[in-house]
């Protein structure tokens, strides 16, 4: 029997019914699919509910598609074949609609002249010709370039109709510096992934067996681990550089920073992934493999890695800032990757001297670029690592 006092909705019409169904039937999928939900799609519904964390995923999204798409996106070669000899410590060349004349439905700089003056010590003065529009065109043929490192191309998404434009100037051998600054993103995120990579398979192999065995193992392990933490990097690299020949081509050097970032990294990461074993050890689950007959490298692999696959995710984007950090600080200091190559680290040591900080302030426009990738990785692995923990102040 039905309860009189309770109205039945089969029976009931009207819109106030309707919604009360509604909302239930929203409430109670909602229920379901937190219940049902994978761990990966329950830290990206509480990594969206972090604004700070999301609109820093969207320009760390943005940094790295530009650092992608370099070739195609920088007007110019980067390296000295790209450099424009008749401008050289030039200012930034901005592209605007409107200027005395008038206005127009194209974007366009004007031309300018330059020369020497008694007045300034015989620096360059530029003088802009306000008569003159060189308008901006789109996708037109340049210098030749291979996109991802092998599909040839020449054509770039902006140039203009006669010479060159420079919009964020350009150093005193003439380089374009936003070419240079959209590749030195790329080359800083290669070496940073290069050098994850490397430290995220030692640090799984030496942390899982070091805490999976234990005893003498994990007592052996760690104090290679603390051997590894005490090493200096800075001594470290200053002993590698007097051993590179200076004829060491870009791409070797490059290589060997890669590889040092990586076997100086591991250490960190290991030792979360020793706590965590040493305490997932003996859960009945482990237990159940063991007496199946699964072997150790199995158990491992198979069973306590997974369990918290999610963790080591959060853990290898903390860990990005810190190694384009690394390869930025080495190279301003001259131990790390030179020109030719256009990092982050290459840029900033130009933007050292008195005499830029004075007269060309656009060497420092590279910095901003530099600022916002480490603090987007910073901001993102933080909201990783807050969606990752359900125990964490932002999920309550």
Same mark, same amino acid.
């Given at each position: 029997?039905?309860?009189?006092?309770?109205?039945?909705?089969?029976?009931?019409?009207?819109?106030?019914?309707?919604?009360?169904?509604?909302?239930?039937?929203?409430?109670?999928?909602?229920?379901?699919?937190?219940?049902?939900?994978?761990?990966?799609?329950?830290?990206?519904?509480?990594?969206?509910?972090q604004?700070?964390?999301?609109?820093?995923?969207?320009?760390?999204?943005?940094?790295?598609?530009?650092?992608?798409?370099?070739?195609?996106?920088?007007?110019?070669d980067?390296?000295?074949?790209?450099?424009?000899?008749?401008?050289?410590?030039?200012?930034?060349?901005?592209?605007?609609?409107?200027?005395?004349?008038?206005?127009?439905?194209?974007?366009?700089?004007?031309?300018?002249?330059?020369?020497?003056?008694?007045?300034?010590?015989?620096?360059?003065?530029?003088?802009?010709?306000?008569?003159?529009?060189?308008?901006?065109?789109?996708?037109?043929?340049?210098?030749?370039?291979?996109?991802?490192?092998?599909?040839?191309?020449?054509?770039?998404?902006?140039?203009?109709?006669e010479?060159?434009?420079?919009?964020?100037?350009?150093?005193?051998?003439g380089?374009?510096?936003?070419?240079?600054?959209?590749?030195?993103?790329w080359?800083?995120?290669?070496?940073?992934?290069?050098?994850?990579f490397?430290?995220?398979?030692?640090?799984l192999?030496?942390?899982?067996?070091?805490?999976? $065995?234990?005893?003498? @193992?994990? %007592? *052996? !392990?760690?104090?290679? #681990?603390? =051997?590894? /933490?005490?090493?200096?990097?800075?001594?470290?690299?200053?002993?590698?550089?007097?051993?590179?020949?200076?004829?060491?081509?870009?791409?070797?050097?490059?290589? $060997?920073?890669?590889? @040092?970032? %990586? *076997? !100086?990294?591991?250490? #960190?990461? =290991?030792? /979360?992934?020793?706590?965590?074993?040493?305490?997932?050890?003996?859960?009945?689950?482990?237990?159940?493999?063991?007496?199946?007959?699964?072997?150790?490298?199995?158990?491992?692999?198979?069973?306590?890695?997974?369990?918290?696959?999610?963790?080591?995710?959060?853990?290898?984007?903390?860990?990005?800032?810190?190694?384009?950090?690394?390869?930025?600080?080495?190279?301003?200091?001259?131990?790390?990757?030179?020109?030719?190559?256009?990092?982050?680290g290459?840029?900033?040591?130009?933007?050292?001297?008195?005499?830029?900080?004075?007269?060309?302030?656009?060497?420092?426009?590279?910095?901003?670029?530099?600022?916002?990738?480490?603090?987007?990785?910073?901001?993102v692995?933080d909201?990783?690592?807050?969606?990752?923990?359900?125990?964490?102040?932002?999920?309550k």
């Open positions: 029997m039905t309860d009189p006092l309770k109205p039945n909705l089969a029976e009931t019409t009207g819109p106030d019914v309707a919604v009360v169904e509604t909302e239930a039937a929203v409430e109670r999928r909602a229920k379901e699919a937190y219940f049902t939900a994978s761990q990966r799609q329950l830290i990206w519904a509480r990594f969206k509910k604004r700070a964390a999301m609109v820093a995923a969207v320009i760390l999204l943005a940094l790295v598609i530009s650092g992608i798409f370099a070739p195609f996106l920088s007007p110019y980067p390296t000295i074949a790209g450099r424009n000899k008749d401008y050289t410590n030039g200012a930034p060349q901005m592209p605007q609609f409107c200027d005395k004349n008038g206005c127009s439905l194209r974007p366009f700089i004007h031309l300018v002249e330059r020369e020497r003056s008694m007045a300034t010590n015989f620096r360059w003065v530029t003088k802009v010709n306000e008569d003159e529009r060189n308008y901006l065109t789109f996708l037109p043929k340049g210098d030749r370039y291979k996109l991802f490192g092998f599909i040839p191309g020449d054509r770039h998404l902006f140039g203009v109709q010479g060159k434009i420079h919009v964020f100037g350009t150093d005193e051998d380089q374009d510096i936003f070419s240079r600054t959209l590749h030195a993103i080359t800083s995120l290669q070496v940073g992934t290069i050098g994850v490397i430290a995220f398979v030692l640090a192999i030496i942390g899982g067996i070091s805490g999976y $065995y234990g005893g003498w @193992i994990d %007592g *052996f !392990i760690q104090m290679i #681990t603390d =051997a590894v /933490r005490t090493v200096p990097a800075i001594p470290l690299f200053m002993a590698v550089a007097a051993f590179m020949p200076p004829e060491m081509s870009a791409e070797a050097r490059f290589f $060997y920073i890669s590889i @040092i970032l %990586g *076997f !100086i990294g591991w250490p #960190t990461l =290991a030792r /979360r992934v020793r706590t965590h074993l040493l305490t997932e050890r003996n859960q009945e689950y482990v237990l159940a493999a063991q007496l199946c007959g699964a072997s150790s490298s199995h158990v491992i692999r198979r069973h306590l890695l997974p369990s918290f696959t999610s963790y080591i995710i959060v853990d290898l984007v903390i860990s990005f800032p810190y190694m384009v950090l690394s390869e930025t600080a080495l190279s301003f200091i001259g131990l790390g990757l030179k020109d030719p190559v256009s990092s982050l290459v840029m900033l040591q130009k933007a050292t001297s008195a005499d830029v900080m004075l007269n060309y302030q656009w060497y420092f426009i590279p910095v901003i670029f530099f600022i916002a990738l480490v603090m987007a990785f910073v901001f692995g909201g990783l690592r807050d969606a990752a923990d359900p125990y964490s102040e932002a999920n």
